[in-house]
């Protein structure tokens, strides 16, 4: 059988042999290479008469200089449009190129009056540049046996995505400094809006590689809390500024508008996403000497963030030291980009004192302070010893029977006094016979409330009695539940805390003016397992609660950081409130789809790696990627 690469079987006679007559004389007449491919024999006999002449080679490359990646092509069209799926803008990317582009990758398109479109790449492509089919036999084994294509007899086009148009307020950049590739500009301020316009075919196609043309084009704000750096496809966005990086902030001034950390931030992602690590260096931000606040009614006085974090996984109090993996490099890099770091002094391990659990941590040098949790709370919030399924009507029994009994004890009756009290059978009667709670509401009621002996009124402080030691501007106070195995009394520490902060922040009469009047910062890990969307009274009562907190947020000066695996399980009326999304890898599609982030961006949430997020704040910029910091900023993991 013939190798499709050289053909030497064909005889134009149909004979056996050549045309000539001379057998062999073909084979003679040319060599074969390793790869199956022929040349003409070297002619020893010197130059012939009719031998072809040699034609002088001319060089066919464009005078000058190649600018940018490509030219926008109208061969399909070209269109700008108000509808996303009418809108039609390729660009033709020139061989040289191809390597180097990559969906997502931001470009610009000039006008010529020197604004300028920013875009992004959302897909590319190979197209045929003549007419012809390959695939076919002879174009695949010809494929196989040659070590590359050849890009030019191929169109590599990408559909570009316009995100905005780029213009100058007050000055402009002259056409013909953008047509030279020339990066100066006026001094006017650059500024983004709506896309308006379409530019013309065959305009030069460019990078964006100018810092404030990237995060103008983006909406990214130039101060605020650093959360990691642009990024697309896993690397991190390159310019050719000192730092090259792009860092990412949030909003964090009220001249631009509500601090974003008071429109309260979900951080979600799996297990091993860097989820903690990531949610520690953003902490850390907020603590900083620098963030303040104004407070008051005439908002004359300026007072730290204090965080209040909700840690059962013992993780957090470890804030307090500072990350011996941080080297001179690593340390000078986050000074240069103004990133608050090293372990922050004022931090406190609260610690629940539980029947049966004691804590002991070796891993932090934080502050170790017990608490208890008084059984006078659950008169303003009867839910905490509701245990679970109460019905309307029992909820509202449990609310007399505890109105009744504080009116008896006073506010220093305790849990135990309070059983006692359930236990009295002419109780039972006497409401029974009076209609106030029928008797198999009361056993109900009874048996409900057994079990939270470990919770209520242990030998330690009242948590009531250390409002101080919980709420700190510039402090940290971590709240660790890792050594409760009971995950009933976990959940009820938590929410009893939790709730103590809430409620002083919405009262108008508050009792406790330290939390009132200082800005907070309320981070709860595994979210999911204290504000979910169950069918029962008692989570009815928690969800309406801190609901009404994340509306309140921006006026009361109070924030809410929830840390969460499973996002879906979050509900939905407090899921609503989040304005600042952080989603790291997700393998639930569930989890992925429960998020709300751009589709584009969704897509790539199980792929990516530890440290990489998608950021969707819609009053802070664009949805973008990110890569947090490869360093978290305090101490992290046990050795």
Not at 223 to 231: N, Q, R
Request: hydrophobic share 35%.
């Amino acid at each position: 059988m013939s190798d499709l690469g050289d053909f030497t079987d064909f005889d134009g006679d149909g004979g056996e042999g050549s045309a000539d007559g001379d057998d062999g004389s073909v084979a003679e007449a040319a060599t074969s290479d390793e790869s199956g491919t022929t040349e003409p024999a070297a002619d020893d006999s010197g130059s012939s008469d009719d031998e072809t002449p040699e034609f002088e080679t001319v060089d066919v490359s464009p005078a000058g200089q190649d600018r940018g990646i490509g030219v926008l092509s109208a061969s399909e069209g070209l269109t700008i449009s108000e509808d996303a799926d009418d809108t039609m803008l390729r660009a033709y990317v020139t061989v040289e190129n191809r390597s180097t582009v990559r969906i997502g990758k931001y470009l610009l398109v000039p006008y010529p009056d020197g604004e300028r479109l920013f875009c992004r790449i959302t897909a590319l492509e190979y197209a045929q540049e003549f007419r012809t089919d390959d695939a076919t036999e002879i174009h695949a084994r010809r494929a196989m046996r040659s070590r590359e294509i050849d890009e030019q007899d191929f169109k590599f086009m990408a559909s570009l995505e316009p995100v905005a148009v780029l213009f100058e307020e007050g000055g402009a950049r002259s056409a013909q400094s953008q047509s030279s590739g020339d990066e100066s500009r006026d001094d006017g301020e650059l500024k983004r809006r709506m896309t308006d316009r379409v530019p013309k075919p065959e305009t030069v196609v460019r990078p964006a590689t100018d810092k404030s043309e990237i995060k103008t084009g983006l909406k990214m704000p130039e101060d605020g809390v650093f959360l990691g750096h642009l990024a697309v496809g896993g690397e991190r966005v390159k310019t050719a500024a000192e730092p090259p990086t792009i860092d990412y902030r949030l909003k964090d001034d009220y001249e631009a508008g509500d601090p974003l950390v008071f429109r309260h931030t979900l951080v979600a992602g799996g297990t091993g996403s860097g989820k903690t690590h990531g949610s520690k260096n953003i902490l850390r931000q907020y603590l900083a000497e620098e963030r303040t606040y104004p407070v008051g009614d005439g908002e004359d006085r300026e007072v730290q963030t204090a965080v209040v974090q909700f840690d059962p996984q013992d993780e957090y109090a470890q804030m307090h030291d500072d990350n011996p993996d941080l080297d001179d490099d690593d340390r000078r890099r986050l000074e240069r980009e103004g990133v608050a770091y090293g372990g922050h002094d004022d931090t406190i391990a609260l610690v629940p004192k539980v029947g049966g659990a004691s804590y002991a941590a070796d891993h932090h040098r934080a502050e170790q302070v017990e608490f208890t949790i008084p059984f006078s709370m659950v008169r303003d919030n009867p839910w905490l010893v509701a245990g679970s399924g109460l019905n309307d009507n029992q909820y509202g029994g449990l609310t007399h029977l505890l109105n009744r009994f504080f009116d008896n004890y006073g506010s220093e009756g305790t849990y135990q006094q309070f059983v006692s009290f359930l236990d009295d059978p002419a109780l039972k009667e006497e409401l029974d016979e009076s209609g106030r709670v029928h008797e198999a509401t009361f056993d109900a009621i009874r048996r409900r409330v057994r079990g939270f002996g470990d919770v209520f009124d242990r030998d330690a402080r009242p948590i009531t009695e250390q409002i101080h030691e919980l709420v700190r501007p510039g402090g940290l106070t971590v709240v660790p539940t890792y050594h409760i195995n009971d995950t009933r009394t976990a959940e009820t520490i938590v929410l009893a805390v939790s709730s103590l902060l809430v409620d002083q922040k919405l009262s108008n009469d508050p009792e406790y003016d330290r939390i009132k009047e200082t800005p907070l910062v309320v981070g709860m890990d595994e979210a999911h397992n204290f504000l979910t969307d169950a069918d029962s009274v008692q989570a009815g009562k928690v969800i309406s609660k801190f609901t009404e907190a994340a509306k309140q947020g921006r006026k009361e000066r109070l924030g809410l950081f929830l840390i969460t695996q499973d996002p879906q399980d979050i509900a939905e009326p407090v899921f609503k409130q989040i304005n600042t999304t952080v989603v790291l890898n997700l393998g639930d599609e569930d989890a992925i789809s429960a998020v709300n982030i751009p589709a584009n961006l969704e897509a790539k949430v199980p792929y990516m790696e530890k440290g990489q997020m998608v950021v969707y704040s819609p009053d802070n910029s664009e949805p973008v990627e990110l890569i947090g910091l490869p360093v978290c900023v305090t101490k992290h993991g046990r050795d």
